[in-house]
Each structure stands twice: as structure tokens, then as C-alpha cells.
């Protein structure tokens, strides 16, 4: 990985979500409340990996455009995975 790279930042932080992810989904794997949303959790952060990862450091502002709504996208999609798990435990307890 490039150092000099703008967006280092952002696929730090996503391999760490990853990794958060599935520490959390290992230790509470008794709960399926929160097994399954964090596995759906893992595949979109590691999507989101391989997008940070394609995206190029000369890349115009109208490239980005499309490779930004896929983020949207999975952010989306992660907040109601998230929801659904904390929802659950709630419903448990």
C-alpha cells in the first residue's frame, strides 16, 4: 500500500471495522441476532475494502462519483444490519 496515498486513512479504518466486526460476532456467537447481521456486516465492509482499494490517488472528482454511491450504499445497508442486531438483543433481554 502506497503511504502517500489520500484516502491510507480510510482503508485503515475499514480493516478495522472488519476486524472489530468479527471479534464481536465470535464472542457472541450464541446470539444469532448478532451472528448473522455481523457476518452480513463483514461482507460489506470487505466490499468496501476492495472498493477503497480500487480507487486510484489521480482519480477527477466525476470517477469518484460512482465509487462514493456505492458507499452510500453499504453504509446504508450496514446501519440496518446494525439496527437489526441491536434490535434483537433488545427483543432478548
Same mark, same amino acid.
Given at each position: 500500500?502506497?503511504?502517500?496515498?489520500?484516502?491510507?486513512?480510510?482503508?485503515?479504518?475499514?480493516? +478495522? +471495522?472488519?476486524?472489530?466486526?468479527?471479534?464481536?460476532?465470535?464472542?457472541?456467537?450464541?446470539?444469532?441476532?448478532?451472528?448473522?447481521?455481523?457476518?452480513?456486516?463483514?461482507?460489506?465492509?470487505?466490499?468496501?475494502?476492495?472498493?477503497?482499494?480500487?480507487?486510484?490517488?489521480? #482519480?477527477?472528482? #466525476?470517477?469518484?462519483?460512482?465509487?462514493?454511491?456505492?458507499?452510500?450504499?453499504?453504509?446504508?445497508?450496514?446501519?440496518?444490519?446494525?439496527?437489526?442486531?441491536?434490535?434483537?438483543?433488545?427483543?432478548?433481554?
Amino acid at each position: 500500500m502506497n503511504k502517500e496515498h489520500p484516502r491510507l486513512g480510510q482503508r485503515l479504518q475499514t480493516c +478495522g +471495522g472488519i476486524l472489530l466486526v468479527i471479534w464481536i460476532a465470535v464472542h457472541m456467537r450464541n446470539h444469532l441476532t448478532v451472528l448473522i447481521p455481523g457476518c452480513l456486516l463483514v461482507v460489506a465492509l470487505i466490499l468496501r475494502l476492495f472498493i477503497e482499494l480500487s480507487i486510484a490517488g489521480d #482519480e477527477t472528482d #466525476e470517477e469518484l462519483e460512482g465509487k462514493y454511491e456505492q458507499f452510500k450504499l453499504l453504509n446504508q445497508f450496514s446501519f440496518l444490519a446494525a439496527m437489526f442486531a441491536i434490535i434483537g438483543l433488545m427483543h432478548q433481554q
